[in-house]
């Protein structure tokens, strides 16, 4: 079981509004409330998050260091792009909402990896800096 193309469209289409809007309050809720959600799952993730699970915490360590200026080597298109899907993820409603069992975190899966695949090269570089 997975999105319909119609689910995934809208759920690109909420992703790409969300990244447009970002501004600084977004970053530093996105950096909150995503740490807290990952702590909350600790190492049991949703199954349609498993894969993602690592990206996942590495785009929410990124803009929690992006937040406390720790961090500030990225461009804003990457940080609104990830704390667009770092919203997304965390919003209980959205095109699946998270409570439906099985299904609901299809489309999380869906803006994480676009998210993922747009900001790759600066995850690898702020992985590189997290890791020195």
């Known amino acids: 079981m997975g999105l319909t193309s119609k689910q995934e469209q809208q759920a690109r289409e909420q992703f790409e509004r969300d990244m447009k809007n970002v501004n600084e ?12 959600t990952v702590n909350d799952f600790g190492d049991n993730p949703p199954n349609a998050l498993l894969q993602l699970w690592n990206d996942i915490k590495l785009m929410v360590a990124l803009i929690g260091d992006y937040v406390s ?5 990225v461009p804003w298109n990457v940080i609104a792009a990830v704390t667009g899907a770092i919203i997304y993820f965390v919003s209980p409603i959205d ?17 994480i990896a676009l998210a993922v695949e747009f900001s790759r090269d600066d995850l690898n ?8």
């Open 25 to 36: 309050d977004d970053v530093e809720y996105a950096s909150k409330k995503g740490s807290s």
């Open 69 to 73: 200026g720790d961090y500030k080597e």
């Open 95 to 111: 095109v699946i909402p998270d409570f439906i069992p099985v299904i609901g975190y299809l489309d999380d899966a869906a803006v």
């Open 125 to 132: 570089k702020y992985m590189i800096w997290k890791n020195r």
